[in-house]
């Protein structure tokens, strides 16, 4: 007589087809990286701001100087980090700047420990970030090479989910060992989650890109500036991405010093972003994909410029949860969307350099952001719908700008769905 199955066996059947068998192996070691990564940098980097202003008092103008001279060397790395993955492969790249990163989490994590000049701090700080920002670009392309036809949007989304679970770890966890450890261990963290990176590729990543002999400088990296419609594209993403790092420092130093939250709850409207975006990520993204190109970057854009602008109008923890809420709406929207509009853009050999290229408008654009929002904090210490009405308002421009790129430069092209199996 034959056993009749077990409840248990048709659903693993269903995840291992369904769920794992949708997508290769390297994608979801990919997901994994990108957990580990999120959450070196969110449990650590936006306490940074923290230190620097409370513990060493460091004004906010200078804080916000210090993050975009960190952010426009990284966006350098970045260009070159994508460049090299082109050239050498991905696996190879991945390797080494996992491992050179464990060495500059340690040095900044010591540094911090002996309480060394600001100035030296600043300085390994700016190199340690530069470094780990060489993975993100060739992580991207690694992406591109083994997404399955038609599942682009949907393996973007997927790595994003495994981000932001990190993004969601990373602020609460960081924000409850401030409670009983001192910062420099926050920084060592770090440096364990780039040990935990080189393990998983060095054992479970096979190559998707061997590299090629094309000659290796600035010159055919910045050659990716020639594709006019990506680099329109990558002026308006700028925009976007000036108003998106207000997440970090700015609101940091906004909800602790001028609301008077925790830094725990803090920390826990990063979670709230992360745990929202792990769940609705994915989901959305194939939602998107009934839709042009175009209209996600749109409606994306205003989400953001809504969410920040409703900033100025907070006066307690739970109203802020609802503007982190909007601001998250805009980044699930908008975050997939904008890497499918860069893979779709690069020829498979200068998907590195296009990734690279990519991440120099994020981390600019980014990298300003601090600075911007330690301006407005310095200049107008009480005038919180004048700061956030301004940050609003620079994150309305890509949305006009995507209106105007996708009537003129973009046919808006709807990518065929993959069916599940």
């Not at 682009?152 to 994003?160: D, K, P, Q």
């Not at 956030?388 to 309305?396: E, R």
Request: charged share 10%; hydrophobic share 50%.
């Amino acid at each position: 007589m034959k056993t009749p199955d077990k409840p248990h066996s048709g659903l693993t059947q269903r995840l291992r087809v369904d769920v794992f068998g949708r997508f290769p192996r390297g994608i979801w070691v990919m997901a994994g990286i990108d957990t580990l990564t999120t959450i070196g940098f969110s449990i650590s980097i936006p306490f940074l701001a923290l230190y620097l202003h409370n513990e060493r008092s460091i004004s906010m103008t200078l804080v916000g100087i210090i993050f975009l001279v960190s952010g426009l060397f990284t966006a350098m790395t970045n260009l070159i980090g994508g460049m090299l993955s082109d050239r050498f492969g991905r696996q190879r790249m991945m390797i080494t700047v996992s491992s050179i990163g464990i060495l500059a989490y340690t040095t900044v994590s010591l540094l911090i420990g002996f309480t060394s000049p600001v100035w030296l701090i600043a300085t390994v700080f700016i190199a340690a970030r530069g470094i780990i920002g060489m993975m993100q670009p060739t992580i991207s392309a690694i992406i591109a090479d083994l997404a399955p036809k038609g599942r682009l949007t949907e393996s973007y989304a997927l790595v994003r989910v495994g981000g932001n679970i990190g993004f969601a770890l990373g602020p609460a966890l960081g924000g409850y060992l401030m409670t009983f450890i001192s910062y420099e261990w926050l920084i060592g963290i770090a440096a364990l989650t780039c040990a935990f990176v080189t393990i998983l590729v060095l054992f479970y990543l096979r190559e998707s890109f061997e590299g090629s002999s094309e000659r290796v400088d600035i010159r055919t990296a910045m050659a990716v500036a020639n594709d006019h419609r990506f680099l329109l594209f990558n002026i308006f993403c700028l925009f976007l991405f000036a108003s998106m790092g207000q997440l970090g420092s700015t609101l940091s130093v906004f909800s602790v010093d001028r609301l008077g939250f925790t830094t725990a709850q803090y920390g826990l409207m990063l979670t709230t972003n992360g745990i929202i975006v792990a769940i609705s990520q994915y989901p959305i993204a194939i939602w998107l994909n009934r839709f042009h190109r175009d209209k996600g970057l749109i409606l994306g854009s205003l989400l953001y410029a809504v969410g920040y602008l409703s900033l100025g109008w907070i006066k307690d923890f739970n109203w802020a949860l609802v503007s982190i809420a909007i601001i998250t709406a805009g980044e699930v929207t908008f975050s997939p969307i904008a890497s499918s509009v860069v893979a779709e853009s690069a020829p498979a050999d200068r998907r590195g350099r296009y990734m690279g290229f990519f991440g120099l408008s994020q981390t600019i654009g980014g990298s300003f952001a601090p600075l911007l929002g330690g301006v407005l904090l310095d200049t107008f210490p009480t005038e919180a719908r004048l700061i956030w009405g301004i940050i609003g308002l620079v994150g309305l421009i890509p949305a006009i700008g995507f209106i105007w790129w996708g009537r003129k430069n973009f046919k808006g092209k709807i990518v065929q769905q993959a069916p599940w199996h």
